[in-house]
């Protein structure tokens, strides 16, 4: 067992499933290949399955905990000068208290993590990179392409942030308890303001967001129906876009280019 040593149960409430395959591990810290220097922080450390080998390349790290036992237990493993343990909710921690250039890692609660990464995404700015270990089938929509099944919400929004890489798979039986599906680590790298110009990533973020969820929430519907509220299908044609698809076949792009529409219409310069 990686994990240090602590007759601790697992909660399910909480999403802990432990990783203990140590070949993992160093697959895991392999692919984030920490740096001295570096800024980590991970995400639910639980029992230090990851925590331990990180802290062998980096001096010190950050980690959020939402479990108060598994937070006293790190507490007593680890010195306060190499981990400095948060202990709270990561959905509604301030990343950007932590500073810049933060590498963000972790095997994330499959109960929270799609709202995680949401909230993770506003962060983008501050973050050089995201490693997480996640349900395969989630990591499927983050990079999914367009006009496929698994392409939803999730993959648009994030896709518009972040280049999004599947790194590997890792058997249920890498984890104690061992969950019920296959998970897979993914690799997130925010897409930098340039970069963002040159895609035709959303300008404003907030009515992005607004339109993409208008438009999956009624997935069946075509964009004429589905965003009926928000802009009329001969604007939606007027920007290239026919208004009788689906919104699964919209690019990020397109679904930028209507939100930006929207943007500009709303403060009058459309
Ligand atoms: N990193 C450890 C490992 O690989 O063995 C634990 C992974 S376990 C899947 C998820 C961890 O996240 C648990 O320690 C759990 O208590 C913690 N957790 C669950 N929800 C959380 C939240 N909202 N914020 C911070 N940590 C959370």
Known sequence: MTSMVSGHRARKRFGQNFLVDEGVVRQIVAAIDPQPGDHLVEIGPGQGALTGPLLKRVARMDAIELDRDLCALLARHFSPDQLAIHSGDALEFDFAALGEDLRVVGNLPYNVSTPLLFHLSRYADQCRDLHFMLQREVVERMVAETSTTEYGRLSVMLQDRFDIEMLFEV??????????VTSAVVRLRPLRTAERAERGSAADP????????????MRRKTLRNALASQ????????????????PENLSPRQF???????????????
């Open 171 to 180: 058997p249920p039986e890498s984890f104690r308890p061992a969950p019920k």
């Open 206 to 217: 907030a009515m992005f967001a607004q339109v993409v969820s208008s438009a999956f929430t």
């Open 231 to 246: 802009v009329s299908a001969s604007e939606i044609e007027a920007l290239g876009i026919d208004p009788g698809l689906r």
């Open 256 to 270: 930028a280019a209507i939100a930006d529409h929207c943007a500009a219409r709303s403060k009058g310069t459309a």
